[in-house]
Nanobody, 118 residues
Framework: QVQLVESGGGLVQPGGSLRLSCAAS????????MGWYRQAPGKERELVAG???????NYAESVKGRFTISRDNAKSTMYLQMNSLKPEDTAVYYC????????????WGQGTQVTVSS
């Protein structure tokens, strides 16, 4: 099992920046894969950025060049640096971890609201 706690959301003007954090209750080195997802009102939850099991990263086309995913194993924390924010980035952002426990299980954080508006 793992508990995930997101933080860092808020209200920001278009063109601004935010950094989201996802603190895990166990070593993230033991987690199969992790990623950031978002869900806007009336839309499905979508992958924003993630780490694969091999440690490589992937990004949604809509955030490439603006968002950067990173992690600090010593702090068991994953980050999402978001720059050049747009109103369409407004959503609840969730952290997800996939762990192998006889079978693969997915765990989600509670989410953090990001609102981009002038």
């Amino acid at each position: 099992q793992v508990q995930l706690v997101e933080s860092g959301g808020g209200l920001v003007q278009p063109g601004g920046s935010l950094r989201l954090s996802c603190a895990a209750s166990r070593s993230i080195g033991s987690i199969y894969s992790m990623g950031w997802y978002r869900q806007a009102p009336g839309k499905e939850r979508e992958l924003v950025a993630g780490f694969t099991s091999g440690g490589s990263t992937n990004y949604a086309e809509s955030v490439k060049g603006r968002f950067t995913i990173s992690r600090d194993n010593a702090k068991s924390t994953m980050y999402l640096q978001m720059n050049s924010l747009k109103p369409e980035d407004t959503a609840v952002y969730y952290c997800k971890a996939k762990i192998f426990e006889s079978v693969f299980r997915a765990y989600w954080g509670q989410g953090t609201q990001v609102t981009v508006s002038s």
